[in-house]
């Protein structure tokens, strides 16, 4: 979800996320009117974190497995951490030619209704698809209970994924296997020495 230059951001913009507008239940207040936010980099993924969920998106940094610098061999803690293992996936997808979304600029709106990216699918469709991937991670977090257990989480305490479990079990077979081959191709080879060195003995 984040990376160390989205820590860096976070950090650098919180006067500028504790300037925004009143909000109830994760939106704008209605009379605050329209708010346009201008291209600012991992900006724009913090405010509609906090605007979705009344929350610092500091707060959602290292939490669990995904938030923060993912595991990608790991399942998610709670349903929070799966909002951002899905984000992770959903960046995946998107195709910004030599661009990383995380570093996409992108433009939306919120108003007392919510939010929406205001990009051209069209014409800029790896800004779209960027915002659209944030969006979704904000609603999906506005959801999900927080759990203050999971915040700064020790990665070294995720969860296996049991694809991971499968991936390294046929590893495992792998491995056995290719040691049987090599034992057994040792074993014949000592065998035919024998029977060579037996035929040469008959001969003398």
């Known amino acids: 979800m984040f990376s160390y230059s989205h820590i860096l951001d976070m950090f650098f913009y919180r006067p500028t996320l504790a300037m925004l507008p009143p909000r109830i239940d994760g939106r704008i207040w209605a009379e605050a009117g329209p708010l ?5 980099h991992i900006l724009q993924l913090c405010t509609l974190v906090s605007v979705h969920t009344n929350r610092a998106c500091w707060d959602y940094n290292n939490y669990g497995c995904f938030c923060g610098l993912g595991n990608a061999d790991s399942s998610p803690v709670d349903s929070a951490d799966s909002c951002c ?5 959903c960046y995946t997808n998107i195709q910004c030619f030599l661009l990383y979304p995380h570093f996409v600029s992108y433009s939306y709106e ?7 990216c205001t990009d051209s699918p069209t014409v800029s469709p790896c800004a779209y698809f960027t915002c659209k991937c944030d969006l979704k991670l904000s609603r999906c977090l506005a959801k999900a209970p927080f759990n203050p257990s999971f915040s700064s989480y020790n990665r070294d305490q995720c969860p296996k994924s049991s694809s991971s479990t499968t991936r390294r079990r046929r590893k495992k077979k792998s491995v056995k296997k290719m040691k049987a081959r090599r034992l057994k191709t040792q074993q014949k080879g000592k065998s035919n020495g024998k029977e060579k060195k037996k035929q040469r003995e008959n001969r003398q």
């Open 36 to 40: 346009s936010r201008p291209k600012r």
């Open 85 to 89: 293992r899905s984000h992770d996936r």
């Open 110 to 116: 919120c108003t007392s209704a919510g939010c929406q």
